[in-house]
Nanobody, 127 residues
Framework: EVQLVESGGGLVQAGGSLRLSCAAS????????IGWFRQAPGKEREGVSC????????YYSESVKGRFTISSDNAKNTVYLLMNSLNPEDVAEYYC????????????????????WGHGIQVTVSS
């Protein structure tokens, strides 16, 4: 059974940092792309970042580029999202997502690309 478990969310002051973790199980890590989406109240889901574990390629939305860094620890089957310079626009529920690469992977920021979703974790930034 595929499982994605997020951790590391919480409350931080504007300008601060958080590191989200996504612990994956139930599949061969290197065969998947794993990413992060977020959804703020009243807004659509937004692709934040993704890493292709087969070759290490990374992707970022324009809104987080230069502030967020995605990384992968294959030995721990865990993907991390280091979020720096957080601001109130980053407040959202963050979801870890995964897709089996051999099934086709065309648009990293399309939520319908991803078959597997974690339960989500809240990130709150106080101004």
């Amino acid at each position: 059974e595929v499982q994605l478990v997020e951790s590391g969310g919480g409350l931080v002051q504007a300008g601060g940092s958080l590191r989200l973790s996504c612990a994956a199980s139930g599949f061969t890590f290197d065969d998947y792309a794993i990413g992060w989406f977020r959804q703020a109240p009243g807004k659509e889901r937004e692709g934040v970042s993704c890493i292709d574990n087969s070759d290490g390629s990374t992707y970022y939305s324009e809104s987080v580029k230069g502030r967020f860094t995605i990384s992968s620890d294959n030995a721990k089957n865990t993907v991390y999202l280091l979020m720096n310079s957080l601001n109130p626009e980053d407040v959202a529920e963050y979801y870890c997502v995964a897709v089996f690469l051999a099934a086709g992977f065309y648009k990293w920021d399309d939520p319908y690309e991803y078959a597997y979703w974690g339960h989500g974790i809240q990130v709150t930034v106080s101004s």
